[in-house]
């Protein structure tokens, strides 16, 4: 399977390295072909140049909206993708993406490749925080209304950090918008419109960062914001 991983990053530098690598290991231990793209987006710092030394292809654009960085990070992957991949369905790559401040387990790919494998047109994954020494009530807390929304069937969370989808069904509902915020929620209520097959996975959650302030307005920073206060 060739797969296709977009990583927005809007002055990102210290930490888009390891989110890069992350991603490159997963592909490496699930034997995918991958072409990984961060989006420099509006950024001020050495993001770019941080993320072309841990090995990604980078662009960089001046929106300062995720939406859009994702929006143009899979346009430019697929406007140039060869000719190999093929042009039906089935031939198209898998699409992923996930966040410059996160770093995704060893079978990210894998269980993403799993679940095409099975049918899955959409994978939407969960998060975790990074862990922290000592006392953790904010941690805590986090996690007892993140499990509110988890079942034994799967859950009701939609992060841009752990998303992925077929090329087809992205392509069938003309991809992310330029939203400053829930760019994801967006997209994935679109593709449940469009009929795909959508799987809520628990098995492949990604490790994000516990930063209060984020780079979306109304991301997942302000909501351990909300916690702090």
Not at 12 to 21: H, I, K, L
Not at 137 to 144: F, K, L, N, S, Y
């Amino acid at each position: 399977m060739h797969a296709i991983v977009v990583i927005p990053a809007h002055d990102e530098a210290p930490t888009v390295g390891a989110a890069v690598t992350s991603v490159r290991v997963s592909a490496r231990r699930a034997a995918l072909r991958l072409r990984l793209i961060v989006v420099a987006d509006a950024c001020t710092d050495a993001t770019a140049h941080a993320a072309r030394a841990a090995g990604a292809e980078v662009i960089e654009i001046g929106a300062n909206n995720v939406g859009a960085a994702r929006a143009a990070g899979f346009a430019h992957a697929l406007s140039t993708t060869g000719p190999e991949t093929g042009s039906h369905p089935g031939a198209l790559p898998w699409l992923a993406t996930t966040d410059a401040d996160t770093q995704v387990p060893l079978d990210w790919l894998a269980k993403h490749a799993a679940y095409r494998g099975r049918g899955a047109d959409v994978v939407v994954g969960t998060v975790l925080l990074a862990p922290v020494d000592g006392a953790d009530p904010v941690g805590r807390a986090w996690a007892a209304e993140y499990a509110e929304k988890i079942t034994a069937d799967g859950h009701r969370h939609i992060h841009g950090a752990n998303l992925g989808f077929s090329a087809h069904a992205y392509l069938s509902v003309q991809g992310f918008r330029s939203l400053a915020d829930d760019e994801d929620v967006d997209l994935v209520a679109r593709l449940r419109l469009s009929g795909a097959v959508i799987v809520t996975a628990t098995d492949l959650p990604v490790v994000t960062s516990r930063r209060t302030t984020g780079r979306a307005p109304r991301g997942f920073a302000r909501t351990l914001g909300a916690l702090h206060a």
